[in-house]
Nanobody, 123 residues
């Protein structure tokens, strides 16, 4: 499975961005997908995840109500809509996949990783 993350950029605090994770080699409806992020000097942390069926979603506490993860099986993509962005959201965002229904927030559960996309939120 190859994953390609895109959609990052520079945005002012309070703004929005939509990240996209495109999959090849497998259809996204057969793999659980999650977004992680890594800020400079910090460990990679879980942001949000969605099950292979799309029925189950999970968010890190600080993202609840601001971020929404969704999948578009027709386009074979998973998106992360990010609203009310804060400077603390600045990081490289990665999408990750695993051939299980719902891998959860542990990054060690994900064997497939995209290359990352930079999100910078200015104050």
């Amino acid at each position: 499975v190859q994953l390609q993350a895109s959609g990052g950029g520079l945005v002012q605090a309070g703004g929005s961005l939509r990240l996209s994770c495109a999959a090849s080699g497998r259809t996204v409806s057969t793999i659980g997908i999650a977004w992680f992020r890594q800020a400079p000097g910090k460990e990679r942390e879980f942001v949000a995840g969605i099950s292979a069926s799309g029925v189950y979603t999970k968010y890190a506490d600080s993202m609840k109500g601001r971020f929404t993860i969704s999948r578009d099986n027709a386009k074979n993509t998973v998106s992360l809509q990010m609203n009310s962005l804060e400077p603390e959201d600045t990081a490289v965002y990665y999408c990750a996949g695993a051939s299980v229904i719902f891998p959860g927030p542990n990054r060690n559960s994900y064997p497939y990783w995209g290359q990352g996309t930079q999100v910078t939120v200015s104050s």
